[in-house]
């Protein structure tokens, strides 16, 4: 039944129930979609794709039509791009901004629990990491560190979750926004990706309506209490030095395109979730430098960054794709909405879930440098896996 009234001959339709039905009919057309919640933001905008995905090489944000960019985390491989056919925006618990498409479709867009078509789902592959094989993972990178084949490395891994009951991945979605307000809170289903949903602290890359370009170095985790004076927090030499490779390693991405015009602050601790991180802030004036494809370039120097692959890159990533044991798909890859608004803010694909038809799969990773300890490391990544799991647990019951 419909849930609105009219208000100066404005239909009130309810967040809710316009996001599923939208999103259902999406689907029974074969469509895609991404729905998100910027950083700091009470918004909630939903993007259909019905004309079919695109996949791309590479990505020109400054020549692009407005979509939403979802990357694996290998970056030679296709980068899929949804274009914004619908745009629907959400404030206060109401449709703000879409109402006319959806009151000139309103019938279609009834719910109809009899016909309600699932998510799109991707097989589920195995491997056979336990946590042990884990740590014993991260004594190996520190083993190469100390050999001077890399500096610094980040190693991955995954868990999953069987599903006794469906998951209401409407209700998943409003848990990771209420307790994530500063991270990008996405969810994306398509064909070509499959369903993930997550609330990523990381900017990889940003820019602006008044050409201002930014991106931050984010490393380091300690666990996170609200008892905690964020003024006060003491970092250890480990956590210092592996934010300080983050911040180095885009200090010398712009050093290669001889950008020197950009203003630094940090770093300084932020809370994501359960946890706590260092992170610096980079800022550069677009129209200052002359530079107006500088986002593009950067996206395609700083991706997959120190902070989700390791540094030297090359060998960092070749060890990762020899000895991590699974294909990490879009995993700290990148995502986010594109030339919207006159606006490209990027994200990198962490604290997020796979979405598959009986079970769901939590990723995280820590970064190893000579001072690491592989059970502490480990540690970090049930620590980060804890902030999906406590969610998971607030909407269904789970078995291991």
Sequence with gaps: MKQSVLVKDRPIIKEAQAIQSIIQKTLENGGAFSLWRMPNSKEKVLLICNS???????????????????APFLPDQKKIFLKADLVFRFSNGVLEDGWEHYEEHEAAFEPDQKNAHSLEYH????????????????????????????EKIVPSRYKDIELVHDLD?????????????????????S?????????????????????KFKTHALAGTLRYSPDIDLKAVAWTQKEIEEQAMVSRYIINCLKKIRVREYSEQGPKTIVA????????????????VN???LGSVMLKLLHPTSAVCGMPLAPALEFLKNQEGYD????????????FENESHIFVNLRCMQLFEKS???????????????????????????NLIDVLSATLNLKS
């Design 273 to 288: 979730g359960n946890v706590m991180h260092l992170k610096t802030d980079y800022e550069i004036d677009l129209k200052e």
């Design 123 to 150: 097989q589920a592959t195995k491997n056979d990491q336990t946590p042990t094989d884990y740590a014993l993972l991260v004594a190996l990178g520190i083993r190469q560190i100390k050999k001077g084949i890399f």
């Design 52 to 70: 079919g995905i695109t996949e791309l090489d590479e990505l020109s944000l400054e020549e692009s039509q407005p979509g939403f960019v979802i």
């Design 291 to 293: 530079f107006p494809q």
């Design 169 to 189: 991945i409407f209700k998943t979605f409003e848990l990771l926004d209420a307790n994530h307000p500063n991270a990008l809170i996405s969810l994306v289903s």
């Design 360 to 386: 769901v799969r939590i990723y995280a990773g820590a970064g190893v440098t000579q001072d690491s300890i592989p059970e502490k490391e480990l540690e970090e990544t049930e620590m980060k896996m804890r």
């Design 328 to 339: 990490r798909e879009f995993y700290s890859g990148f995502l986010g909405p594109v030339n």
């Design 191 to 211: 064909s070509a990706t499959g369903t993930w949903i997550g609330a990523s602290p990381e900017l990889l890359v940003s820019i602006d309506r008044n050409s």
